[in-house]
């Protein structure tokens, strides 16, 4: 290459060599840029920061934690004072629970990869009511206007038909007829007096004949009542107070027994009209159920 550096030397101080001569102390200083492969001068800067910008990004990075746990701290401050407040006044909750708003959805969510719910039972109803904004929808229905027997479901109509005539507090005696009624729940005694509210519960709860059919046929001092003429008024209830359907519902005793007669008709009614009589019983009887 023909390219070439030059140095500049100064001299220091001599020294005299051990010869008696001077000794000149040289050091080279390099004046002139280092050239590059190419021969062109490559100048090579280093970009420095200044004073000011320095002391900010140190004082930058320092502060970031101190910010973070200053979050931190709010968050939590702010979740006790709201907790202790929620302590020693309730109402703030219920008040937020009330202003939440849920989409108006009246029919289930159907998950379509599970198979269709099967029943064994011959007629099933499921119907969700809401009473408040008096709406109802049916979540499943299977023969739901098939009329069929409804054994021990009659004793809804004849607590809602006694709970009409008769006060709460009446006294009824118990009578052999009613004793000798199928089955044992509610163990009756000939003779025994209880009340119509009693009796009332020993009926719903245990489903005992003997009570029901105590209920239907009363000695409470001049009033008598045969058991005819309870049906009768069980019957009328259904159809013009309820607003059954005579071909759909029918009552022949206040028991739900099958008739010993096996060619006589028994009990019967659909899951639809059943419907019908529990939401009857919710809105002025709920007491029944």
């Known amino acids: 290459m023909n390219s070439r550096t030059e140095f500049t030397l100064k001299s220091s101080s001599p020294t005299e060599s051990r010869h008696g001569g001077t000794k ?19 100048v090579k800067k280093r970009a420095k920061l200044s004073s000011p910008i320095k002391i900010f990004l140190i004082a930058l990075i320092l502060s970031l934690p101190f910010f973070w746990g200053i979050n931190i701290l709010e968050k939590g401050l702010e979740d006790f004072f709201y907790t202790r407040e929620l302590e020693k006044n309730p109402l703030i909750l219920t008040a937020q629970i009330s202003s939440f708003t849920f989409p108006d959805i009246q029919e289930p969510i159907r998950n379509q990869e599970i198979p269709d719910l099967k029943i064994s039972a011959k007629s099933a109803i499921s119907v969700f009511v809401d009473s408040r904004e008096g709406k109802e929808s049916i979540l499943f229905q299977k ?28 006294k009824i005696e118990i009578s052999k007829e009613a004793v000798e009624q ?45 058991e005819e003429s309870f049906v009768d008024l069980m019957n009328l209830e259904a159809y013009y ?19 010993k007669d096996p060619f006589q008709d028994t009990n019967y009614s659909t899951v639809k009209d059943l419907v019908e009589l529990v939401k009857y019983l919710i809105k002025y009887q709920s007491e029944i159920l």
Do not use: C
């Open 24 to 42: 000149v102390k040289k050091r080279a200083k390099l004046s002139s840029p280092t050239e590059s492969r190419h021969g062109r001068t490559k």
């Open 143 to 170: 023969n739901e206007s098939e009329k069929l027997p409804i054994a021990s479901l009659t004793k809804l109509m004849t607590a809602w038909v006694a709970s009409n005539i008769y006060q709460l507090s009446d």
């Open 182 to 226: 199928e089955g044992e729940m509610g163990r009756l005694k000939v003779g025994e007096i209880l009340s119509v509210k009693e009796l009332l519960h020993i009926m719903l709860i245990e489903s005992s004949n003997d009570a029901a059919y105590a209920l239907a046929t009363p000695n409470i001092g001049t009033k008598k009542m045969e």
């Open 241 to 259: 107070n309820i607003g059954l359907k005579p071909e759909n519902t029918h009552f022949i005793n206040p028991t739900g027994l099958d008739p």
